[in-house]
């Protein structure tokens, strides 16, 4: 991902499996996009986490010493997943076992994909589908977009306040 450009992104848990189902694991996440902004390292501009996957839309404006945001959003996430499940659920952390020279466990799967957003249209699309995500048969999480807790389209949609961080994709594009 380049410095200063608009991505979709979507990253994975390891085989699908819903570690961030508990709200404990979601408020991880929140955390550590509020850290990057307020640190000024990115700018979000729409997001929904699910049971076993995120969606973001969003820009990494600045380098977090030598490693590029969304790296160490990563990093910090895995990080944050391993001492919760240490300290509260090591039966569940025994399934996030690797073999791997570099690592014990492993949160994210390595295929997360950004794809650049190039103009309002797909970016519009793209916030569409991730606000529509909660509502989707195997999911059903809720009957209405705005009722996900963890996501921003009550944010467009109602003007709530509750993820003040985000920057509305109209003042950019």
């Not at 380049?2 to 990253?11: M, P, S, V």
């Not at 809720?142 to 920057?167: I, K």
Request: charged share 25%.
């Amino acid at each position: 991902m380049q410095l200063g450009e608009i991505y979709f992104y979507t990253a994975s848990i390891l085989d699908w499996k819903r570690l961030l189902q508990p709200d404990k694991f979601k408020l991880i996440i929140l955390n550590s996009i509020t850290h990057l902004i307020e640190k000024k390292k990115v700018k979000v501009y729409g997001f929904v986490i699910m049971p076993n996957h995120i969606h973001l839309i969003w820009e990494n404006t600045t380098m977090n010493g030598k490693e590029k945001p969304h790296a160490r959003f990563m990093k910090f996430t895995g990080h944050q997943f391993l001492e919760g499940l240490r300290e509260n659920d090591p039966m569940l952390l025994e399934q996030f076992q690797v073999e791997s020279n570099s690592r014990k466990h492993q949160f994210w799967q390595r295929n997360a994909l950004p794809i650049r957003l190039y103009d309002r249209k797909i970016l519009e699309q793209k916030l569409d589908y991730i606000h529509l995500n909660p509502l989707q048969q195997h999911w059903n999480l809720v009957t209405d977009p705005n009722d996900y807790l963890y996501s921003s389209c009550s944010f467009y949609e109602q003007g709530d306040q509750r993820f003040s961080w985000l920057t509305h994709y109209m003042d950019v594009m």
